[in-house]
C-alpha cells in the first residue's frame, strides 16, 4: 500500500506555520544570534545559527520518536502529555499576550576579535539544547500532529521540516540583524511580535484540549 503524501500536506503545512510563529518570538536563541552578530564576523553569527539548529534536531529526534511510542503503547499516558502540553502552552501564550515594549540591552555596537568556529557552532547548539522549554514545547506541537499511523518517513519528514526551518530562520537573522537601524527598528516592535505569538500559541493549546 503506497503512502498518501497528499493526506500530510495540510499537517505539514500547519505544523510549518506554527514552528515560524514560534521562531520568531524572541528568546534566547534570538539574544545569542544577536549578539554574536553584532560583536563578530557574519561567518560567526552564520555558524551559531548552524548550533541553534543542530540543538532543535536534538529536542526534536527524541521527541518525534519518542512521542511516536508512547501512542503506539499507551493511549492514557499520551493523553496525559497531550493535556499537560495544552496546559503549557496556553500558560507560554498568556505570557506573550502580557508582554511590554522594552530595550534591548546590547553589550557593544562594536566588533572585536573573533571567535573559532567551534566556539560559535557551540554557544548555538548549548543555548537551545539546554532550554528546558524548547522540549515541553515540541512535545506539545508533535501532540498535535502525530498520530498512530503516522508513518515513520512523515515524521523524518517533519523533522527536516524543523531543521531546516530553524536554520533558514536564524540565518536571515544572523545575516541582516547587524545595523544599528535595523536592530532599533526590531526593538519597537518586539513586543507586538511577542503578543502575536502568545495568540497563536493558545490557539495551539486550545486545539490540543478539543481534539480526539
Not at 571567535?115 to 512535545?139: V, Y
Not at 516592535?189 to 495551539?204: N, P, Q, Y
Request: aromatic share 14%; net charge positive.
Amino acid at each position: 500500500m503506497g503512502l498518501h503524501f497528499l493526506d500530510y500536506l495540510a499537517p505539514t503545512l500547519s505544523l510549518a506555520g506554527l514552528l515560524m510563529v514560534a521562531l520568531i518570538s524572541p528568546g534566547p536563541d534570538f539574544a545569542v544570534i544577536v549578539k554574536n552578530s553584532l560583536i563578530y564576523s557574519r561567518k560567526t553569527a552564520l555558524l551559531t545559527a548552524l548550533g541553534i539548529a543542530l540543538g532543535s534536531l536534538v529536542h526534536v529526534s527524541y521527541t518525534l520518536f519518542g512521542l511516536g511510542l508512547i501512542i503506539t503503547q499507551n493511549a492514557w499516558l499520551f493523553l496525559g502529555v497531550k493535556y499537560g502540553g495544552a496546559c503549557y502552552l496556553l500558560y507560554i501564550g498568556y505570557k506573550g499576550l502580557k508582554a511590554k515594549k522594552t530595550a534591548l540591552t546590547l553589550e557593544t555596537l562594536h566588533h572585536t576579535r573573533d571567535i573559532s568556529a567551534l566556539s560559535a557552532l557551540r554557544s548555538g547548539f548549548l543555548t537551545n539544547a539546554l532550554n528546558p522549554k524548547s522540549i515541553l514545547f515540541f512535545m506539545s506541537l508533535f501532540s498535535v500532529f502525530l498520530s498512530p499511523t503516522t508513518p515513520l518517513s512523515i515524521m523524518i519528514l517533519y523533522l527536516c521540516i524543523v531543521f531546516i526551518e530553524t536554520l533558514g530562520w536564524f540565518s536571515f537573522v544572523a545575516f541582516f540583524l547587524s545595523g544599528k537601524r535595523t536592530r532599533e527598528k526590531f526593538n519597537s516592535i518586539g513586543h507586538w511580535v511577542e503578543r502575536i505569538t502568545g495568540g497563536a500559541l493558545i490557539s495551539l493549546g486550545a486545539k490540543l484540549f478539543f481534539t480526539a
